[in-house]
């Protein structure tokens, strides 16, 4: 994974709840995922759409 071990990773999470804290974590998170779900549905939909012009031709 990059070549990131456990410790690297901990150091990570601790930098980012440090710089913003308890608070923000929980909302971080639900952007992120909201951002990667919108990513997923648009890459599938411009796979979906390249299938149905293949279809048609």
């Known amino acids: 994974m990059f070549g990131l071990g456990i ?3 901990l150091v990570i999470l ?8 308890t608070a923000r974590l929980p909302e971080i998170g639900r952007t992120l995922g909201k951002a990667l779900s919108e990513f997923k ?7 979906n759409d390249q299938d149905k012009k293949k279809s048609d031709n």
């Open 7 to 9: 410790p690297e990773i």
């Open 14 to 21: 601790v930098v980012v709840l440090l710089i913003f804290g």
């Open 41 to 47: 549905k648009g890459i599938s939909g411009s796979e």
